[in-house]
T-cell receptor
Framework: GDSVTQMEGPVTLSEEAFLTINCTYTATGYPSLFWYVQYPGEGLQLLLKATKADDKGSNKGFEATYRKETTSFHLEKGSVQVSDSAVYFC????????????FGTGTSLTVIP | DAGVIQSPRHEVTEMGQEVTLRCKPISGHNSLFWYRQTMMRGLELLIYFNNNVPIDDSGMPEDRFSAKMPNASFSTLKIQPSEPRDSAVYFCASSFPRLAGSQALDTQYFGPGTRLTVL
């Protein structure tokens, strides 16, 4: 069935380090792909999205490219900050079926000064 | 734009009591989702409405849970009777009609959540 698989956490990085959080998906049709971020005590909020193959979503220094050939949507940031500490969720929206929005399990990121 | 509004933000109740969680989606959104988040199970979709009609309730854990959407601007999630294992953060989310040129659902906008504790 349709699903997303994302990198297990937790991830701990030093400030200004490079971040990659892997996400791969399985889907029928032409899914849209999303990254959400959840800061402590808050709801999830959209970080970026891509709606077709080869699209690159970007926001706040984060980027992810929709790779159909590898069924991936890895999240990257060149230089993380302490304020990026949060849980990151990969998600996909598919075109068929009743349950049409799938979230990954989340990856916790802690950035230390 | 006020965003998705949920109430109450915190609820503490005793086992066996009825609990009602409320959600007001963003105006103009026609899809509404209820999620539950716990450390053990992560984020779980409970039920999904489209145009006020329940489309998929396969995630509702058991008959003690029920959800309604009487109109486009209001939804409730009810637990009766509540049990300690229902303790979690419950999120409501809403989304626009489908992405232009696509049948896929668009971005979901989450409320701040209701933290439920059942003693």
């Amino acid at each position: 069935g349709d699903s997303v698989t994302q990198m297990e956490g937790p991830v701990t990085l030093s400030e200004e380090a490079f971040l990659t959080i892997n996400c791969t998906y399985t889907a029928t049709g032409y899914p849209s792909l999303f990254w959400y971020v959840q800061y402590p005590g808050e709801g999830l909020q959209l970080l970026l999205k891509a709606t077709k193959a080869d699209d690159k979503g970007s926001n706040k220094g984060f980027e992810a490219t929709y790779r159909k050939e590898t069924t991936s949507f890895h999240l990257e940031k060149g230089s993380v900050q302490v304020s990026d500490s949060a849980v990151y969720f990969c998600a996909l929206s598919v075109t068929t079926g009743g349950n049409q929005f799938y979230f990954g399990t989340g990856t916790s990121l802690t950035v230390i000064p | 734009d006020a965003g998705v509004i949920q109430s109450p933000r915190h609820e503490v109740t005793e086992m066996g009591q009825e609990v009602t969680l409320r959600c007001k989606p963003i105006s103009g959104h026609n899809s509404l989702f209820w999620y539950r988040q716990t450390m053990m199970r992560g984020l779980e979709l409970l039920i999904y409405f489209n145009n006020n009609v329940p489309i998929d309730d396969s995630g509702m854990p058991e008959d003690r849970f029920s959800a309604k959407m009487p109109n486009a601007s209001f939804s409730t999630l009810k637990i009766q009777p509540s049990e300690p294992r229902d303790s979690a953060v419950y999120f409501c989310a809403s989304s626009f009609p489908r992405l232009a040129g696509s049948q896929a659902l668009d971005t979901q906008y989450f409320g701040p959540g209701t933290r439920l504790t059942v003693l």
